[in-house]
């Protein structure tokens, strides 16, 4: 094999292996600097040693045993300052460090310490940007500068947020293991809400010119699909995984080829991705068949199941969609929520109806300068015949987004408010 070829099996079989080796690392050292250090060792070793004898039969094996040996020389040349470093050392040297005994090792506890990385990164104790950050950098494998472009941020805000969440979490002196019991539902919702702001951000970005951000979304959705490997009995992993399935179903059709928003009665949905729809349902029957189905992210699967069934927007049922908002409303409290069950009751029984439902939530604090607030009041509005009212507020909402591209849709459909029906 040439040595070109040699070194992109090299890097693919990092990109591959990467988090798999910085959570046994970090179990191992109890320092996630030093392991994301060491699994870079290891790719440099592999560079230049597999040219020369070649690439080995279990290349994720051979990262990790030379990655420990790195581990072990470092203690060594440290002297073993700390006795603690001294019992590590000793014991991994009394290890077989062979590959097929890496091998054995990772097939034993892999679930157990990528599940544990996983949860380290998203503990509640970080802020949830930082836990976003986190997370895509030691499980998603991405850099500093394309987590930054991912949610337009400056590269020393994105690496001063993981600094910081490192320096709490060996502050907190924090296992690299999954919790149990009561901590462990916890710190599991910690880790399903992170894993959604990233898909969120993606799906519809918050600012920028942009509407929506793909790769980000398929980062997400790779980290719901090992979430769910690694724990095939936890309902709301499998619940999540079907939202986000479906609703990553409908990018090729979410934005026009100017780039401009296509909302989702106006959308194509031949060219909504089958294949994904498919997995959003076998995900969400999965988590019906674990006893899930009252769970939040199910229940926000099962309202994108509704779309995904209705071939055209005039067959959606929205009385179906209004009465799971009515049930999410009940295990999920959030404006946010009630304002999409407002939306979802105004095309089950009218505008006026939607109207009066906002009027509930209109004094929350969380919602006072919220776009899709205004241009929710600002459609049903429309379809009451109330235009002159409906333009004010598609312009209130534009006035009030930070995503160039939804500000134009907006502006958009408030222009339209000005001609005359019919």
Same mark, same amino acid.
């Given at each position: 094999?040439?040595?070109?070829?040699?070194?992109?099996?090299?890097?693919?079989?990092?990109?591959?292996?990467?988090?798999?080796?910085?959570?046994?690392?970090?179990?191992?050292?109890?320092?996630?600097?030093?392991?994301?250090?060491?699994?870079?060792?290891?790719?440099?070793?592999?560079?230049?040693?597999?040219?020369?004898?070649?690439?080995?039969?279990?290349?994720?094996?051979?990262?990790?045993?030379?990655?420990?040996?790195?581990?072990?020389?470092?203690?060594?040349?440290?002297?073993?300052?700390?006795?603690?470093?001294?019992?590590?050392?000793? &014991?991994?040297?009394?290890?077989?460090?062979?590959?097929?005994?890496?091998?054995? %090792?990772?097939?034993?506890?892999?679930?157990? &310490?990528?599940?544990?990385?996983? $949860?380290?990164?998203?503990?509640?104790?970080?802020?949830?940007?930082?836990?976003?950050?986190?997370?895509?950098?030691?499980?998603?494998?991405?850099?500093?500068?394309?987590?930054?472009?991912?949610?337009?941020? /400056?590269?020393?805000?994105?690496?001063?947020?993981?600094?910081?969440?490192?320096?709490?979490?060996?502050?907190?002196?924090?296992?690299?293991?999954?919790?149990?019991?009561?901590?462990?539902?916890?710190?599991?919702?910690?880790?399903?809400?992170?894993?959604?702001?990233?898909?969120?951000?993606?799906?519809?970005?918050?600012?920028?010119?942009?509407?929506?951000?793909?790769?980000?979304?398929?980062?997400?959705?790779?980290?719901?699909?090992?979430? %769910?490997?690694?724990?095939?009995?936890?309902?709301?992993?499998?619940?999540?995984?079907?939202?986000?399935?479906?609703?990553?179903?409908?990018?090729?059709?979410?934005?026009?080829?100017?780039?401009?928003?296509?909302?989702?009665?106006?959308?194509? =949905?031949?060219?909504?991705?089958?294949?994904?729809?498919?997995?959003?349902?076998?995900?969400?029957? =999965?988590?019906?068949?674990?006893?899930?189905?009252?769970?939040?992210?199910?229940?926000?699967?099962?309202?994108?199941?509704?779309?995904?069934? %209705?071939?055209?927007?005039?067959?959606?049922?929205?009385?179906?969609?209004?009465?799971?908002?009515?049930?999410?409303?009940?295990?999920?409290?959030?404006?946010?929520?009630?304002?999409?069950? %407002?939306?979802?009751? /105004?095309?089950? $029984?009218?505008?006026?109806?939607?109207?009066?439902?906002? *009027?509930?939530? &209109?004094? *929350?604090?969380?919602?006072?300068?919220?776009?899709?607030?205004?241009?929710?009041?600002?459609?049903?509005?429309?379809?009451?015949?109330?235009? *002159?009212?409906?333009?004010?507020?598609?312009?209130?909402?534009?006035?009030?987004?930070?995503?160039?591209?939804?500000?134009?849709?907006?502006?958009?459909?408030?222009?339209?408010?000005?001609?005359?029906?019919?």
């Amino acid at each position: 094999m040439a040595a070109d070829e040699v070194r992109k099996v090299v890097e693919a079989s990092f990109r591959i292996e990467r988090a798999r080796l910085v959570a046994g690392l970090a179990r191992m050292v109890r320092d996630v600097d030093r392991a994301e250090e060491l699994a870079q060792e290891a790719l440099l070793i592999a560079l230049a040693e597999w040219p020369r004898s070649g690439v080995p039969d279990k290349p994720g094996a051979w990262l990790m045993a030379a990655a420990k040996r790195r581990a072990i020389d470092g203690m060594r040349r440290e002297r073993m300052v700390e006795r603690k470093h001294a019992e590590i050392a000793r &014991e991994l040297d009394e290890e077989d460090t062979s590959a097929e005994a890496i091998e054995a %090792a990772i097939d034993d506890d892999l679930g157990d &310490e990528l599940l544990g990385l996983i $949860f380290t990164a998203c503990h509640p104790m970080i802020s949830r940007e930082a836990r976003a950050a986190l997370t895509l950098r030691l499980i998603g494998g991405l850099t500093t500068a394309e987590i930054a472009r991912a949610f337009l941020s /400056s590269e020393p805000t994105i690496a001063q947020r993981i600094v910081r969440a490192k320096k709490a979490i060996g502050r907190a002196g924090l296992a690299f293991e999954v919790p149990r019991g009561a901590d462990r539902v916890e710190r599991l919702a910690s880790v399903l809400e992170v894993i959604y702001l990233i898909f969120n951000e993606g799906y519809a970005a918050t600012a920028g010119d942009d509407l929506v951000r793909p790769a980000l979304c398929d980062e997400a959705r790779r980290l719901g699909r090992i979430l %769910a490997g690694l724990m095939p009995d936890e309902p709301e992993v499998h619940g999540l995984v079907a939202l986000m399935e479906f609703q990553a179903s409908r990018l090729p059709a979410r934005v026009g080829p100017d780039g401009a928003l296509v909302p989702l009665p106006e959308q194509n =949905r031949s060219r909504w991705d089958q294949l994904l729809i498919r997995r959003g349902f076998a995900a969400l029957t =999965r988590a019906t068949a674990l006893g899930g189905a009252e769970g939040p992210y199910a229940l926000q699967a099962a309202l994108a199941a509704c779309h995904a069934r %209705a071939r055209r927007a005039e067959e959606t049922d929205w009385l179906q969609i209004a009465g799971l908002y009515d049930r999410l409303g009940e295990v999920l409290s959030s404006p946010v929520v009630e304002l999409n069950r %407002a939306i979802a009751h /105004s095309m089950a $029984f009218g505008p006026e109806v939607g109207l009066r439902l906002l *009027e509930v939530i &209109e004094g *929350e604090a969380r919602l006072r300068d919220y776009a899709p607030l205004r241009a929710a009041r600002g459609d049903f509005l429309f379809r009451a015949g109330r235009r *002159e009212q409906a333009r004010a507020q598609f312009e209130e909402a534009a006035r009030l987004t930070r995503n160039a591209r939804e500000r134009a849709f907006l502006l958009a459909r408030a222009q339209s408010c000005v001609a005359k029906p019919g």
